[in-house]
């Protein structure tokens, strides 16, 4: 079993920064891809970017360049770099766990879910 706990949202202007930070219990942290989905009101919930065991790492074109994910197994953290952030942006962040780095994109592959940080992006 995997517990996520997200911490980081907020309130930003357009342009800002914004680190999202996603904790993890168990000991098999390291073996785990994360990923990072967000859902704004109204909207499916979609992939932002993931990242592997191996260190991998993977983005929507919608955040390419934009975004950074990063891993510390030492911590058993994830974390979620924004930067020039928009309005589009705005959204609730999910971290999610699964064991392989395969099906990354879909909601429907990863086992384990936090319980989601808000992040709103004013214009």
């Known amino acids: 079993q995997v517990q996520l706990v997200e911490s980081g949202g907020g309130l930003v202007q357009t342009g800002g920064s914004l680190r999202l930070s996603c904790a993890a219990s168990?000991?098999?942290?390291?073996?785990?891809?994360m990923g990072w989905f967000r859902q704004a009101p109204g909207k499916e919930r979609e992939f932002v970017a993931a990242?592997?065991?191996?260190?991998?790492?993977y983005y929507a074109d919608s955040v390419k360049g934009r975004f950074t994910i990063s891993r510390d197994n030492a911590k058993n953290t994830v974390y979620l770099r924004m930067n020039s952030l928009k309005p589009d942006d705005t959204a609730v962040y999910y971290c999610?766990?699964?064991?392989?780095?395969?099906?990354?994109?879909?909601?429907?592959?990863?086992?384990?879910w936090g319980q989601g940080t808000q992040v709103t992006v004013s214009s």
């Open positions: 990242i592997g065991s191996g260190f991998s790492t």
């Open positions: 999610a766990a699964k064991p392989g780095i395969s099906g990354y994109l879909s909601n429907t592959q990863y086992n384990y």
């Open positions: 168990g000991r098999t942290f390291s073996t785990f891809a």
